[in-house]
């Protein structure tokens, strides 16, 4: 009995997402994600698929997330015809989130040729009908139920509280001597809004492979989040100014309006307009809807599943022309548009047109990688260049850590514990140095038998 595991994704760093399981005669896929950063390295990391696709016998998939689910249509374009197995709700997710990254890199595509900046980053990656293939072949598996992929090899999904559907992979060898691979995926926080805590599998564990986004930090509480939240709304309005939140299509955006829902209820925010600019937000939030028996029982119980996400200063706007309009509004107003880390997308436009007048605020509520438009901002660049052009940058800026959809430091620590019997290996993925680090001392603390970050491309004989 081989078992061989290679790491070709989010080694060392956090997006890109793709480790490749080599078990009970398949090869399987833990991932396929897409790389997000420098335009132009990521588009030559994301380009090149590190092994025949055709060869593939399944994919395993965490959640929907692009940094997990980006290269599926990748897949599909070189050849792969296996089953893609995910929850209902990532699949459902997936239907929406992929077709939109498929038009979004044809759309960057046109935009960059019109203005005569053609390269090799402005060729798109796939095409909606690769993304539509996608979907063909796309599985839905509760959490908690067995899926055989071998007569020696079957896997469950555990709740991984990250996203809507995000889900912990809990893989079983039975040939031979055992082995079971426990692969955390994206892990979410105690008492985020909307969605359930984390459920992680239990017992002992011969190979783990764990996130370590924020391996060395510690996030502020929800409920510090939402006060901080509130406090920075009524600011801006004050100054009449706008308040431009990058934000994930996928949760965050959810979780925010879910957020000044709350706080305009109880009167801590002023009556101010608020736009949801993504139509990939409108659709990912219908997804929401359709799947009520993922939230958490307060939401439940309180009834409020159809009105979760809607309220009258609430605003979803689809067309372009619609998001054009926002370019002259007057006064005060809240302007949350995807993507999260500001590298594609209508969030982009709003940079240009808004990011000059120091009376606004951007306000990020999620993670910026390395070399990101988003984590520029967020380290203070006074000038930031948008599809080629620089734009001053005198906006205020702000960072909320009590909306991160990953768990910190003391929450992995408890994940890990819950886990409960000893773990023999830890892989230490998706993090940049330092946090990858931080989480392999960790590990090391809570007594696991060897601990490794991988490199891009390293292969291991388990
Ligand atoms: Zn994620």
Not at 19 to 37: K, N, S, T, V, Y
Not at 182 to 187: A, N, T, Y
Not at 349 to 374: C, K, M, S
Request: charged content about 25%.
């Amino acid at each position: 009995m081989t078992i061989q595991l290679t790491f070709w994704g989010a080694a060392g760093q956090v997006t890109g997402s793709l480790h490749l399981l080599e078990a009970a005669g398949a090869r399987i896929a833990l991932d396929a994600g897409l790389f997000q950063g420098r335009r132009k390295e990521a588009a030559e990391q994301n380009r090149e698929l590190p092994f025949d696709a055709r060869r593939l016998d399944a994919v395993v998939l965490s959640h929907a997330h692009m940094d997990h689910s980006g290269r599926l249509p990748l897949l599909t374009r070189h050849g792969f015809r296996g089953p893609i197995y995910a929850t209902p709700a990532t699949r459902d997710l997936c239907a929406v989130m992929l077709p939109d990254s498929a038009q979004i890199q044809e759309r960057d595509a046109e935009y960059l040729e019109r203005r005569g900046k053609k390269g090799p980053e402005s060729e798109p990656l796939y095409s909606l009908a690769d993304a539509v293939a996608v979907q063909e072949l796309m599985v839905g598996i509760p959490y908690r139920r067995v899926q055989h992929l071998r007569r020696h090899l079957r896997f469950e999904f555990t709740d991984a509280g990250h996203i809507l559907g995000s889900a912990s992979v809990d893989i079983r060898l039975t040939e031979g001597p055992g082995h079971r691979l426990v692969f955390s995926g994206d892990l979410g926080r105690s008492g985020l809004p909307i969605i359930r805590d984390p459920d992680p599998p239990s017992g002992p564990v011969d190979t783990l492979i764990i996130e370590s986004t924020y391996g060395d930090r510690v996030h502020d509480s929800v409920a510090q989040g939402e006060e901080k939240l509130g406090e920075i709304v009524r600011r801006v309005a004050a100054r009449g100014g706008k308040l431009l939140i990058p934000a994930f299509a996928l949760g965050r955006t959810q979780e925010i309006v879910y957020a000044l829902h709350a706080l305009h209820r109880r009167g801590a925010i002023p009556t101010i307009p608020i736009y949801v600019d993504s139509p990939l937000a409108v659709d990912t939030t219908t997804v929401f809807r359709m799947h009520p028996e993922l939230f958490d029982r307060r939401e439940h119980l309180a009834g409020q599943t159809s009105a979760l996400f809607d309220f009258p200063l609430l605003q979803y706007t689809q067309t372009v022309d619609d998001s054009k309009r926002l370019n002259t509004l007057n006064g005060p107003a809240i302007i949350i548009s995807a993507s999260g880390m500001a590298e594609a997308g209508r969030i982009l436009h709003h940079l240009a047109n808004h990011a000059g007048d120091h009376r606004n605020l951007i306000l990020f509520v999620g993670f910026q990688a390395e070399h990101t438009l988003g984590r520029r901002i967020q380290d203070g660049a006074d000038s930031i260049k948008v599809y080629g052009d620089m734009f001053p940058r005198r906006a205020e800026v702000e960072t909320l850590t009590g909306y991160s959809a990953h768990a910190d430091r003391e929450g992995l620590r408890s994940w890990v514990r819950a886990l409960g019997g000893p773990i023999s290996r830890a892989f230490v993925v998706h993090g940049e140095a330092g946090p990858a680090l931080s989480m392999a001392q960790l590990l090391e603390a809570e007594g696991v038998g060897e601990v490794i970050v991988p490199r891009q491309g390293e292969s291991f004989s388990l």
